[in-house]
């Protein structure tokens, strides 16, 4: 079992609609990052998070520490959202990041 | 804000020959570095960790004289993929730390196509 999982792996949308994508993890953590890959390969890091909750303009990450759980919410989805959407966390006492296996999201118009 | 570059950003060349890839931190100063290969489809999976001016750490199963990583300065670190062969193709990606309220936030860069033929 990967000790980050992500769901779902694929995910198809119309535009306009609310999106939401799940990551667990089974290690304990100092950080969780959403990171968003374009087809182009580049990846933007979009949130970091250790508590709480955080948004930034139709875009909101939460994170549950005691059920090691957080999600990605899209609101209004755009065809320009389209990509894949990678949860990574690190680990407590390391630098380095460990790495679910992406939510390929697809929004049409 | 936090800016990486990466360099050159595609590069297509023939078994046996060396590639080195360049990864810039444009605006701040890396603490750390770190090097990562992408399969197509799959997840990111470091390859080494590397500090300024101290030798790489290097991931389990990762050979350390293919992949030379150099850390020359707080702003650059190269890795050289060397006597390249067609199962070295892949995406190369860098990222690097940058010092926030007290803790490390990676930043990415674009990333590295690399095909050899």
């Known amino acids: 079992k990967n000790e980050v999982e992500q769901s779902p792996q694929n995910l198809t949308a119309q535009e306009g609609e609310f999106i939401t994508i799940n990551c667990s993890y089974s290690v304990g953590i100092s950080a969780l990052h959403w990171l968003q890959q374009h087809p182009g390969g580049g990846i933007v890091s979009l949130f970091m998070l250790s508590s709480g909750k955080k948004k930034h303009g139709r875009l909101i990450a939460t994170i549950n520490i005691q059920e090691k759980h957080s999600s990605l919410h899209i609101t209004a989805s755009h065809p320009r959202d389209s990509a894949v959407y990678i949860c990574a966390v690190r680990s407590v006492g390391t630098d380095k990041l460990i790495f679910g296996t992406g939510t390929r999201l697809q929004v049409f118009p | 804000g936090a800016v990486v570059s990466q360099h050159p950003s595609r590069v297509i060349c023939k078994s046996g020959t060396s590639v080195k890839i360049e990864c810039r931190s444009l605006d701040f100063q890396a603490t750390t570095m770190f090097w990562y290969r992408q399969f197509p489809k799959k997840s990111l999976m470091l390859m080494a960790t590397?500090?300024?001016?101290?030798?790489?750490?290097?991931e389990q199963g990762v050979e350390k004289d293919k992949f030379l990583i150099n850390h020359a300065s707080l702003t650059l670190s190269t890795l050289t993929v060397t006597s390249a062969h067609p199962e070295d193709s892949s995406f190369y990606i860098c990222?690097?730390?940058?010092?926030?309220?007290?803790?490390?936030?990676?930043?990415f860069g674009p990333g590295t196509r690399l095909t050899v033929l």
């Open positions: 590397s500090n300024e001016g101290s030798k790489a750490t290097y």
């Open positions: 990222s690097a730390g940058k010092r926030e309220q007290g803790t490390d936030t990676q930043y």
